[in-house]
T-cell receptor, first 113, second 114 residues
Framework: DAKTTQPPSMDCAEGRAANLPCNHS???????VYWYRQIHSQGPQYIIH???NNETNEMASLIITEDRKSSTLILPHATLRDTAVYYC??????????????FGTGTRLTIIP | DGGITQSPKYLFRKEGQNVTLSCEQN?????MYWYRQDPGQGLRLIYY???????QKGDIAEGYSVSREKKESFPLTVTSAQKNPTAFYLC?????????????FGEGSRLTVL
């Protein structure tokens, strides 16, 4: 799986859009970009994933550059409950019984009132 | 509601004792995982299982053991051979037949060795 690089921390004002960058310059053509978040002392929560096209769901939007070397997770209207560590993961299913997701250290996002 | 249940939430153990962490899911997922998380660090994979009666070592399997006798259950035993067992342990599952798909996590078990 490709290595991802994220800033260790970011702040965002409540009500504004939070834009979290992720670099995955060595990503292969079959690897998906996944985003999870972890609120303190809880299990990580799935947010969104994508391959090439931009994706949007009820939680967030995912913008993937055309060369797929980086992506941005967008939380459109950040609230205090969005304060968490956000993990960006590049992942590809190889074959049954040989796949795993590797979580790095993520970005600690703090929403400022 | 469907989900993953881990127990106990907090556990204390003395050095030299084995301890078993429970993980149960009612999502009918094929694949289950155990991760370890240390303060300020990301998740590291201990073991995973794609089907019943089969499991694979992850990146840090030494000192741990698992079993997968039932689809819904994937208990983790932290043995006395694990040198530094104090950590936050997370169980996860996903539908293994898909080549993509989100991981569902439990709320975690925090183990402290006294």
């Amino acid at each position: 799986d490709a290595k991802t690089t994220q800033p260790p921390s970011m702040d965002c004002a409540e009500g504004r859009a939070a834009n979290l960058p992720c670099n995955h310059s060595t990503i292969s053509g079959n690897e998906y970009v996944y985003w999870y978040r972890q609120i303190h002392s809880q299990g990580p929560q799935y947010i969104i994933h994508g391959l090439k096209n931009n994706e949007t769901n009820e939680m967030a939007s995912l913008i993937i550059t055309e060369d797929r070397k980086s992506s941005t997770l967008i939380l459109p209207h950040a609230t205090l409950r969005d304060t968490a560590v956000y993990y960006c993961i590049a992942y590809m299913f190889l074959n049954f019984g040989n796949e795993k997701l590797t979580f790095g250290t993520g970005t600690r996002l703090t929403i400022i009132p | 509601d469907g989900g993953i249940t881990q127990s106990p939430k907090y556990l204390f153990r003395k050095e030299g004792q084995n301890v078993t962490l429970s993980c149960e899911q009612n999502l009918n997922h094929d694949a289950m995982y155990w991760y370890r998380q240390d303060p300020g660090q990301g998740l590291r994979l201990i073991y995973y299982s794609q089907i019943v009666n089969d499991f694979q070592k992850g990146d840090i399997a030494e000192g741990y053991s698992v079993s997968r006798e039932k689809k819904e259950s994937f208990p983790l035993t932290v043995t006395s051979a694990q040198k530094n067992p104090t950590a936050f342990y997370l169980c996860a599952s996903r539908q293994g037949a898909m080549n993509t798909g989100e991981l569902f996590f439990g709320e975690g078990s925090r183990l402290t060795v006294l």
